[in-house]
Antibody, heavy 114, light 106 residues
Framework: EVQLVESGGGLVKPGSSLKLSCVASGFTFSSYGMHWIRQAPKKGLEWIALIYYDSSNKYYADSVKGRFTISRDNSKNTLYLEMNSLRSEDTAMYYC???????WGQGTLVTVSS | DIQMTQSPSVLSASVGDRVTLNCKAS??????LNWYQQKLGEAPKLLIY???NLQTGIPSRFSGSGSGTDYTLTISSLQPEDVATYFC????????FGAGTKLELK
């Protein structure tokens, strides 16, 4: 069974940094691209980043480009999202998803507030 | 970016009703359209992928259709557990989601 478990969210001040993790199980993690998607409170969903299976390519939404970095450690079956220069508008539930978007984690909440 | 417009934004229906949710893309998305169900406090769950393919474990009362820019999710007989928000999602190019249709019981 595919499982994705996010962690690392929390309450942080504007301008600070945070690193999210997503631990995968139930499939060959090193063979699949992975995504981060977020959902602001009572708002819609926004895709924010993709990393290829071998980290050879990474893509970002314009809203996070230059501030967020997606990475992965295939030896640990773990996906990361490093978030810098956080803004109030980054407040959201952050989900990781497997390449085809069929499987999502339960999410980790990031709140950016002074 | 491809814009996805869902209608209606809120839909009230009765148990047993046939329900149709709509999703319109700002350009042709070549049937790369998924539908997700999201219940309060939960992650989105995939119902339909690539327009009309039922995800494993999803009841057969859910079906999808469409082509080009216009897509539809149909629930043939609404059940109480179907109360949720439904999102369409295109992955023909940079992924984008619709704003959702909130489905309520009348």
């Amino acid at each position: 069974e595919v499982q994705l478990v996010e962690s690392g969210g929390g309450l942080v001040k504007p301008g600070s940094s945070l690193k999210l993790s997503c631990v995968a199980s139930g499939f060959t993690f090193s063979s699949y691209g992975m995504h981060w998607i977020r959902q602001a409170p009572k708002k819609g969903l926004e895709w924010i980043a993709l990393i290829y299976y071998d980290s050879s390519n990474k893509y970002y939404a314009d809203s996070v480009k230059g501030r967020f970095t997606i990475s992965r450690d295939n030896s640990k079956n773990t996906l990361y999202l490093e978030m810098n220069s956080l803004r109030s508008e980054d407040t959201a539930m952050y989900y990781c998803a497997k390449s085809s978007f069929a499987y999502w984690g339960q999410g980790t909440l990031v709140t950016v507030s002074s | 970016d491809i814009q996805m417009t869902q209608s209606p934004s809120v839909l009230s229906a009765s148990v047993g009703d046939r329900v149709t949710l709509n999703c319109k893309a700002s350009q042709n998305i070549n049937k790369y359209l998924n539908w997700y169900q999201q219940k309060l406090g939960e992650a989105p769950k995939l119902l339909i992928y690539n327009t009309n393919n039922l995800q494993t474990g999803i009841p057969s009362r859910f079906s999808g259709s469409g082509s080009g820019t216009d897509y539809t999710l149909t629930i043939s007989s609404l059940q109480p557990e179907d109360v949720a928000t439904y999102f369409c999602f295109q992955h023909n190019s940079w992924p984008t989601f619709g704003a959702g249709t909130k489905l309520e019981l009348k």
